[in-house]
């Protein structure tokens, strides 16, 4: 079990998590006294298959346990599901000694996380992640969402738990998809901060495709790429947007494919993409490039995709990092090292740059998914 912390803005030495094979048993030691009743908003699969130990935990802590289950999906992520929610918890009369406890992936970590931030003008809450994406990426660094249909996250609040307790034993119920999709971040992470980290996930290789198959100093080492960069940049005014490697071009093939390509696979073919732009960009050594390709293939990931540049090209165009009308992409100069330290993290590519690279990944040998 690894004990970390996470700096988080206003507390001091920031909120512990606890990760690996039974941290759930941690809840009594982060329970506060001051938290009467516990709200448990748990996706609807993830609390089939773990929810009674949870509510189980939660008896021993809170005099009341409320459980309010949200549907799977991402189209769930909405004001919709965040407003029925809301509503039947002021029903319940719950108040402000009530601890939201969120139970599952992504979507419902961000959807919960929102709630927290606005339920009474702001309650303490805990994340308890159950997919791999969420234990390395979405239940780290106090971002919550939600969706509209112009375009994901345009809603959200920055708003960080108490707690984060990461129970690695809940993740070998995952389907291949999904932890395919989480294994994508992991690289990310390794790719943005973790050289080390990224020759390890090579040496693994395809161990690594079974649900639950990463090693825990590992998957400390792709948390702890993320918990340095959010504490040096908690609200994203520069270094920050390094954990955008890939997701420039990802979300524009999601977007492009109404989701058909879950967000693991597009921002596989992103880093692949923007990778041929970091080549010839920032000088990214052209071995390294085939070195990330090589591994996503390794890992069941893809590199490419069949779409015409032009179905993205309209998605790339509301990116939230644009400034000034230029897309502006996190790059590696190095696998483990970003460049654009003196201009915000972040570099201004054309849509031809772009163009390019994207059909140079769509030419290469392999198979287009
Ligand atoms: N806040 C952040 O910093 C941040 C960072 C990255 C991603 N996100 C968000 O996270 C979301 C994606 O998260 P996700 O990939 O976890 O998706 P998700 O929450 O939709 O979960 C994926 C699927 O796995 C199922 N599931 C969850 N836990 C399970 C378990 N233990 N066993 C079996 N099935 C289980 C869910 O029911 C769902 O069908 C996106 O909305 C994205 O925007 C947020
Ligand atoms: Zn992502």
Same mark, same amino acid.
């Given at each position: 079990?690894?004990?970390?912390?996470?700096?988080?803005?206003?507390?001091?030495?920031?909120?512990?998590?606890?990760?690996?094979?039974?941290?759930?048993?941690?809840?009594?030691?982060?329970?506060?006294?001051?938290?009467?009743?516990?709200?448990?908003?748990?996706?609807?699969?993830?609390?089939?298959?773990?929810?009674?130990?949870?509510?189980?935990?939660?008896?021993?802590?809170?005099?009341?346990?409320?459980?309010?289950?949200?549907?799977?999906?991402?189209?769930?992520? &909405?004001?919709?599901?965040?407003?029925?929610?809301?509503?039947?918890?002021?029903?319940?009369?719950?108040?402000?000694?009530?601890?939201?406890?969120? *139970?599952?992936?992504?979507?419902?970590?961000?959807?919960?996380?929102?709630?927290?931030?606005?339920?009474?003008?702001?309650?303490?809450?805990?994340?308890?992640?159950?997919?791999?994406?969420?234990?390395?990426?979405?239940?780290?660094?106090?971002?919550?969402?939600?969706?509209?249909?112009?375009?994901? =996250?345009? *809603?959200?609040?920055?708003?960080?738990?108490?707690?984060?307790?990461?129970?690695?034993?809940?993740?070998?119920?995952?389907?291949?998809?999904?932890?395919?999709?989480?294994?994508?971040?992991?690289?990310?992470?390794?790719?943005?901060?973790?050289?080390?980290?990224?020759?390890?996930?090579?040496?693994?290789? =395809?161990?690594?495709?079974?649900?639950?198959?990463?090693?825990?100093?590992?998957?400390?080492?792709?948390?702890?790429?993320?918990?340095?960069?959010?504490?040096?940049?908690?609200?994203?005014?520069?270094?920050?947007?390094?954990? =955008?490697?890939?997701?420039?071009?990802?979300?524009?093939?999601?977007?492009?494919?109404?989701?058909?390509?879950?967000?693991?696979?597009?921002?596989?073919?992103?880093?692949?993409?923007?990778?041929?732009?970091?080549?010839?960009?920032?000088?990214?050594?052209?071995?390294?490039?085939?070195?990330?390709?090589?591994?996503?293939?390794?890992?069941?990931?893809?590199?490419?995709?069949?779409?015409?540049?032009?179905?993205?090209?309209?998605?790339?165009?509301?990116?939230?990092?644009?400034?000034?009308?230029?897309?502006?992409? &996190?790059?590696?100069?190095?696998?483990?090292?970003?460049?654009?330290?003196?201009?915000?993290?972040?570099?201004?590519?054309?849509?031809?740059?772009?163009?390019?690279?994207?059909?140079?990944?769509?030419?290469?040998?392999?198979?287009?998914?």
């Amino acid at each position: 079990m690894f004990r970390l912390r996470c700096a988080a803005p206003g507390a001091a030495g920031g909120h512990p998590l606890w990760l690996g094979p039974g941290a759930l048993d941690g809840l009594p030691a982060v329970w506060r006294p001051g938290w009467h009743a516990a709200a448990l908003v748990a996706d609807a699969t993830a609390f089939r298959l773990h929810g009674a130990a949870v509510v189980r935990g939660l008896r021993r802590c809170a005099g009341t346990v409320r459980v309010y289950e949200v549907p799977p999906g991402e189209r769930h992520k &909405s004001v919709a599901t965040w407003l029925r929610l809301a509503d039947r918890m002021l029903a319940d009369r719950l108040d402000r000694g009530t601890c939201l406890v969120a *139970l599952g992936g992504g979507v419902t970590l961000d959807l919960a996380g929102f709630l927290a931030a606005t339920y009474l003008r702001g309650l303490d809450h805990l994340l308890l992640p159950t997919t791999l994406l969420a234990v390395v990426d979405a239940s780290l660094g106090g971002k919550t969402a939600l969706n509209r249909p112009a375009g994901k =996250n345009l *809603l959200g609040a920055f708003r960080f738990p108490a707690a984060v307790l990461a129970d690695t034993r809940l993740l070998e119920t995952l389907a291949p998809r999904e932890w395919r999709g989480g294994l994508a971040e992991v690289v990310k992470h390794a790719a943005v901060g973790d050289a080390d980290l990224f020759g390890r996930l090579e040496r693994a290789g =395809n161990g690594l495709r079974r649900p639950g198959s990463l090693d825990l100093d590992l998957l400390a080492r792709a948390v702890r790429v993320k918990l340095e960069v959010v504490a040096r940049d908690p609200f994203e005014r520069g270094r920050r947007s390094v954990l =955008n490697f890939g997701h420039t071009v990802g979300h524009a093939l999601e977007a492009a494919t109404g989701h058909r390509v879950p967000h693991g696979a597009a921002v596989a073919v992103g880093m692949a993409v923007e990778a041929e732009v970091a080549v010839e960009r920032v000088g990214l050594p052209a071995g390294e490039r085939e070195r990330l390709v090589a591994l996503l293939g390794t890992l069941g990931l893809p590199a490419r995709h069949d779409a015409a540049f032009e179905r993205l090209r309209p998605h790339l165009e509301v990116d939230k990092k644009r400034r000034d009308g230029a897309i502006r992409l &996190s790059l590696p100069a190095r696998l483990g090292r970003m460049a654009g330290g003196r201009t915000g993290w972040t570099v201004p590519v054309g849509a031809a740059a772009l163009r390019r690279a994207w059909e140079r990944r769509a030419a290469a040998p392999g198979r287009a998914r």
